[in-house]
C-alpha cells in the first residue's frame, strides 16, 4: 500500500490521532503526548515508505520498524489498526489484563511488532543488529528506528550511532521525535541537550530536519534518506508534544497521563 | 581427569566457535574489545565478515545482538562475564529475554579465578541474575570437552542461553566420547559419605578432592552440574536420600548461585543440610587465582575438610 495524495495521508493520521486519545483514554493511562506528536512520522511510514504488508507480517523481505521510544506504542497500535495488522475493536484493550496491547510493545504478542521495546535507549542498537543482518546476507529490506528526544540522552544510543556509521548503515534510517519536552521539563534544561543536528552530524550520520507534521517534508526527507549511500541517515523531526489536541500541545504534563472524561469528549472534538 | 592437559574453557570456546561457523552460517559473533581474551578472534579470522567488534559498548553489543537475532542470525556474543551480565543486565532482560530471542551469551573470565584484575573484574553474581531471568537457560562447563560440546548444543535450542566461562586453565576431566545433556548433571562416583555437588572450573577441585578421600577410604560422589538452569531437580533429590550430606561448591557468590539452587531443591522436596561453599558474600581482590582460590577457601583442601566434619 503506497498512498501518496498528502490530504488523504492527513485524514489517516488523524483517525491515528482519534485513536490515540481513545486508547488510552479507555485504559486510564498511557502515554498521550508523545503519541500525538509522533503520529505524522507514522502514518508516512506505514501508508507511503515501508514495504510491509497487513495479511504477511512475517514476511522475511519487509522492512523493519523499531519503535525505540516504547512509551508511545498508542501511536503504533493505532498505526497498525488503521493499516489492518490488528482489529480496531483490539484498540480497547490496551494496557488491560490478558490484552495483546501491552503498555510498551511486545513483539511476540501483535502482528507487525518487529522489535519489543520499554526500556528506553536499546532501539538504535536493535536497528543496527536488524541493518547489519540484511546487508550481510544482501536482503535489501530498510530498517527505520523511532527515537524520542529525551530518549537519546541514554548513553546507549550514542554507542549505537557510532555503530550505525562504523558499519555504513545507509539501509538504516532513524527518525528523532524532537518535541523538545520530557516528563521534567524542557530537554535543553532537565540535561542541557542542545545542538542535536550537530551531535548526530559528528557521530557521522547524515540529517535531515523536517517539520514533523508535514506530510509533504516527511516524505522528502524519508525519499533522501534512501538515496543516500555509505552512511546512516537520521530525520530530525520537529514536532510538538500533544499536537492536535490544543490543550495537551506543549505541555509536559500530558507526557504520560490520561484524560478525563470532559477532557476526552474535548479532544475528540477538536480532532473531528 | 588429566592434570597435564590444562584449558582454560574461554579457548574451548574460541575454537568451538569456529567449528560452528563452519556448520552453521547463520551463527555471527560480537565482542566487545576483547576478542585476544575471549578467543573469538578466531573465529573472526576465519569468518570476518561475520565478525562484529562493537567496541568497548557492551549494552549496544547486546542489543545489537537482538536485532540480528530478530532476522533469523544465532548470535554468539560475547565480553567477561562482568560486563556481559551486570553492565548490559537491563539489555539482556528486555531485548533478549522478555522477547524470548536467539542469542548467545558466552562469558568468559568469570569468578575469582580472574585473578590479578581484582574485584572490579570477578563476577561472583552473575548466576544469580541470568538464572532469574524467566527464558534463559544458564551453563556453566567445566572442562575443555564440556564447553565444545556446549557451545555447539546451544545453537540447537532456540532461546536465550547464558554460558559462564573462565580465564583460569583447568585440568581435562572428560574424554572426547563423554555424552552430555542440557538439564542432566554428570555424576562421578557412587559414594555415600557426601555428595559434593560443584559447577564450572572447581569441578576439578571436587574431584581431586574425592580421589584423596577414596586414599582415606572415605568414599564420595561428584556432582557436575554444569547446567544451572534448568537444574537437575532429579539428581539432587537422589543424592539427598543416597548420602549423608550435600556439599555445593562453586566459584560465585553462596547467595543465588549453585548452592541456593540446589537449596531451593531440597527445601521442597527432600529437605537436608546443605553446605555452601563458595565466595562468602564478598568481593575479590587481586592475586594469583590459585592463591585466591585458597584464600576463599574454595579448594579440594577445603572440600576435604567439610567431608570430614560431621
Not at chain 1, 89 to 95: A, G, K, M, Q, S
Not at chain 2, 47 to 72: H, V
Not at chain 2, 193 to 219: R, Y
Request: glycine share 8%.
Amino acid at each position: 500500500m503506497k498512498i501518496t495524495d498528502c490530504k488523504e495521508l492527513e485524514k489517516i493520521a488523524k483517525e491515528i490521532r482519534k485513536n490515540i486519545i481513545k486508547q488510552v483514554y479507555e485504559a486510564k493511562s498511557g502515554h498521550p503526548g508523545g503519541s500525538l506528536s509522533c503520529a505524522d512520522i507514522l502514518t508516512v511510514l506505514y501508508f507511503n515508505q515501508m514495504n510491509v504488508s497487513e495479511n504477511e507480517p512475517e514476511d522475511f523481505a519487509r522492512d523493519r520498524f523499531v519503535l525505540s521510544k516504547g512509551h508511545c506504542s498508542p501511536a503504533l497500535y493505532a498505526t497498525l489498526a488503521e493499516r489492518g495488522f490488528i482489529p480496531k475493536e483490539e484498540l480497547t484493550t490496551f494496557r488491560k489484563i490478558h490484552s495483546k496491547l501491552q503498555g510498551h510493545p511486545d513483539k511476540n504478542k501483535v502482528p507487525g511488532i518487529d522489535m519489543t521495546t520499554g526500556s528506553l535507549g536499546q532501539g538504535l542498537s536493535v536497528a543496527n543488529g536488524m541493518a547489519l543482518s540484511s546487508k550481510l546476507n544482501h536482503d535489501g529490506y530498510r530498517v527505520y528506528c523511532l527515537l524520542g528526544d529525551g530518549e537519546i540522552e541514554e548513553g546507549q544510543i550514542w554507542e549505537a550511532a557510532m555503530t550505525s556509521s562504523k558499519y555504513h548503515l545507509d539501509n538504516l534510517c532513524a527518525i528523532l521525535d524532537y518535541n523538545g519536552l520530557q516528563i521534567d521539563g524542557k530537554v535543553e534544561e532537565v540535561k542541557g541537550l542542545d545542538n542535536i543536528e550537530g551531535k548526530w552530524k559528528s557521530f557521522g550520520f547524515n540529517t535531515i530536519v523536517v517539520d514533523g507534521h508535514n506530510i509533504e517534508q516527511l516524505i522528502d526527507a524519508f525519499e533522501t534518506a534512501k538515496m543516500t549511500k555509505g552512511k546512516p541517515s537520521i530525520i530530525i523531526a520537529k514536532t510538538i508534544k500533544g499536537k492536535g489536541v490544543s490543550f495537551m500541545e506543549n505541555k509536559a504534563e500530558w507526557h504520560g497521563k490520561a484524560p478525563k472524561e470532559e477532557e476526552y469528549k474535548l479532544a475528540m472534538k477538536e480532532l473531528e | 581427569m588429566n592434570e597435564q592437559i590444562k584449558i582454560a574453557t574461554r579457548q574451548s570456546y574460541g575454537e568451538a566457535l569456529v567449528e560452528l561457523g563452519k556448520e552453521n552460517e547463520n551463527i555471527v559473533v560480537l565482542d566487545a574489545d576483547l576478542s585476544s581474551a575471549t578467543k573469538t578472534e578466531l573465529f573472526a579470522k576465519e569468518f570476518p565478515e561475520r565478525f562484529f567488534d562493537m567496541g568497548i559498548a557492551e549494552q549496544d553489543m547486546l542489543s545489537t545482538a537482538a536485532g540480528f537475532a530478530t532476522c533469523n542470525k544465532i548470535p554468539y556474543v560475547s565480553t567477561f562475564a562482568v560486563f556481559a551480565a551486570g553492565r548490559a543486565y537491563d539489555q539482556i532482560r528486555n531485548s533478549i529475554c522478555y522477547p524470548n530471542l536467539n542469542v548467545k551469551i558466552c562469558a568468559t573470565h568469570s569468578g575469582i579465578t580472574v585473578g590479578e584484575d581484582g574485584a572490579t573484574h570477578q563476577m561472583l553474581e552473575d548466576i544469580v541474575m541470568m538464572r532469574a531471568l524467566p527464558n534463559m537457560t544458564v551453563l556453566c562447563p567445566c572442562d575443555d570437552v564440556q564447553t565444545r560440546w556446549a557451545i555447539k548444543e546451544i545453537a540447537k535450542i532456540k532461546g536465550p542461553v547464558y554460558v559462564r566461562m573462565s580465564r583460569l586453565a583447568t585440568p581435562t576431566i572428560y574424554e572426547k566420547e563423554q555424552n552430555f545433556e542440557i538439564g542432566k548433571a554428570v555424576q562421578i562416583g557412587e559414594g555415600t559419605k557426601a555428595s559434593i555437588i560443584a559447577t564450572g572450573d572447581v569441578v576439578c577441585e571436587a574431584i581431586k578432592a574425592k580421589e584423596e578421600l577414596e586414599k582415606q577410604g572415605i568414599f564420595t560422589r561428584v556432582i557436575d552440574m554444569h547446567t544451572i538452569k534448568p537444574i537437575d531437580k532429579e539428581m539432587i533429590i537422589k543424592c539427598a536420600k543416597e548420602t549423608e550430606k550435600i556439599i555445593t561448591i562453586e566459584d560465585h557468590n553462596i547467595i543465588g548461585g549453585l548452592g541456593s539452587s540446589v537449596c531451593e531443591v531440597v527445601a521442597e522436596e527432600y529437605p537436608c543440610k546443605v553446605i555452601r561453599m563458595g565466595i562468602k558474600d564478598t568481593f575479590g581482590q587481586s592475586g594469583k587465582a590459585e592463591e585466591l582460590m585458597k584464600y576463599y577457601e574454595i579448594t579440594a583442601e577445603n572440600i576435604i575438610k567439610e567431608v570430614k566434619l560431621s
